[in-house]
Structure formats: C-alpha cells, structure tokens
C-alpha cells in the first residue's frame, strides 16, 4: 500500500470509529499524516493508540485493522531499517 492510500485509510478509519477528536481536523490534516508517516515515533505512536483505542470498541472492523497495522509496521521497519 502506498503512503497515500495508507494515509487516507487510517483517516477513513479513525473518523469512521471516532477515535481521535474532531474528524474534521483529522480530514483536512491528511497531508500532515503523509508527512509523518516518514517519523518512526509518529508510526510507532500510531500502532499503539489504534491498538489501545480499538481495544474496547465492540464493533470494529477487525481486519481492516489488521491490515492498516502490517502496513503501519512494515512501514515502521522500513524507517527503522533505513538509518
């Protein structure tokens, strides 16, 4: 996946389970997402509140999850393996 489709997933998804603020903001922040997408803490920082957040919402997609997370990890271990 891209950083751009991943980008707008993780926006569809966060606004569709409400797990961030305001999705207004959140949607007009996608080019802000892209750009952070290249940071290992922002990454890392994003596994870990999807996981948190997602936890105790009974009616979440489950495999979109799973999906947006091997895309966020294996962009994590691509940041982390590229210094």
């Known amino acids: ?3 751009i489709e991943l980008a707008e997933e993780i ?3 966060c606004v569709k389970y409400r797990l ?3 999705p207004k903001k959140i949607i007009k ?3 802000r997402v892209i ?3 290249g940071n290992i803490v922002f990454v890392e920082s994003l596994i870990h509140m999807l996981i948190l957040k ?3 919402i009974h ?3 489950n495999n979109r999850l799973k999906v947006l997370l091997v895309e966020l990890e294996k962009v994590r271990l691509d940041l982390e393996y590229d210094k």
């Open 1 to 3: 996946m891209e950083i």
């Open 11 to 13: 926006i569809n998804f």
């Open 20 to 22: 961030l603020g305001n």
């Open 29 to 31: 922040s996608k080019d």
């Open 35 to 37: 750009q952070e997408l």
């Open 54 to 56: 997602t936890k105790y």
């Open 59 to 61: 009616n979440v997609d």
